[in-house]
């Protein structure tokens, strides 16, 4: 009843204590959280290091990305979850500059190879 045609409205909600928590699906270990977003963060300066500002601001969403909606490290997304970071949430949420705009595959495709991943994953 607090939500009116797809949008919340906070003040409808009289009881936060029925809102139900969605676990995020990476991780096994919540506690384990900190240490996953730690080593994406690392991967992102690795590439930032390896290839310059705009791969690196572009590793550092995916980086975020994988943090806070999957909690799990870049190296174990699936190619579904990259399309989803390329096509849904980069041009939505990260506010790239034209120059990361356009090398975003490729950054994708840096970062996959510093975690050791295969070739030919992002899209």
Do not use: C
């Not at 990476?26 to 690392?42: F, H, I, K, L, S």
């Not at 930032?48 to 990305?65: K, Q, S, W």
Request: charged content about 35%; proline content about 6%.
């Amino acid at each position: 009843e607090w939500v009116v045609d797809g949008t919340v409205r906070p003040e409808r909600i009289e009881d936060i204590d029925r809102g139900i928590e969605r676990p995020l699906e990476g991780t096994a270990d919540p506690d384990d959280w900190e240490g996953v977003a730690e080593r994406n963060r690392a991967l992102a300066a690795e590439v930032e290091a390896e290839h310059g500002g705009d791969h690196g601001a572009n590793a550092r969403a995916l980086a975020e990305f994988m943090n806070n909606h999957y909690a799990k490290p870049i190296a174990d997304a699936t190619d579904e979850e990259l399309a989803l970071f390329v096509e849904e949430y980069y041009p939505r949420n990260v506010w790239p500059t034209d120059d990361q705009k356009a090398v975003v595959e490729e950054s994708v495709q840096f970062v996959l190879d510093a975690a050791d991943e295969p070739t030919g994953r992002a899209r």
